[in-house]
């Protein structure tokens, strides 16, 4: 299997990860257990691939992860969250496309 570009995220490394991180991010709470999140599983991995050196991609499981998801109002999975420059710049919720994360990235990616 080849070499994941997806950055793997606790509530330890968020921070200095996102947060502190240059470019664009976009984090993906998730779950094992949770269906859409499996269905977008794939999806993240292309994006990730797609956008190597561009925009970082991020996971984080919520149910490992709590503290981090509870900070930023994580209620429901998938969510999806673009940090530009430390600051949520957009959500998505739910499963979504990769043509419309593609076009969220975009919109803040340089």
Do not use: H
């Amino acid at each position: 299997m080849a070499e994941s570009n997806v950055v793997q995220l606790n509530d330890g490394n968020f921070a200095a990860e996102v947060l502190q991180a240059e470019g664009p991010v976009l984090v993906d709470f998730f779950a094992v257990w949770c269906g859409p999140c499996k269905m977008l599983g794939p999806v993240i991995e292309e994006l990730a691939n797609d956008y190597q050196g561009k925009a970082k991609i991020c996971k984080i499981n919520v149910d490992e992860s709590g503290g981090t998801a509870s900070e930023y109002g994580v209620m429901s999975i998938p969510t999806m969250v673009l940090f530009v420059g430390g600051k949520e710049v957009n959500r998505m919720v739910g499963f979504s496309s990769k043509e419309d994360i593609a076009k969220a990235i975009d919109a803040v990616a340089k």
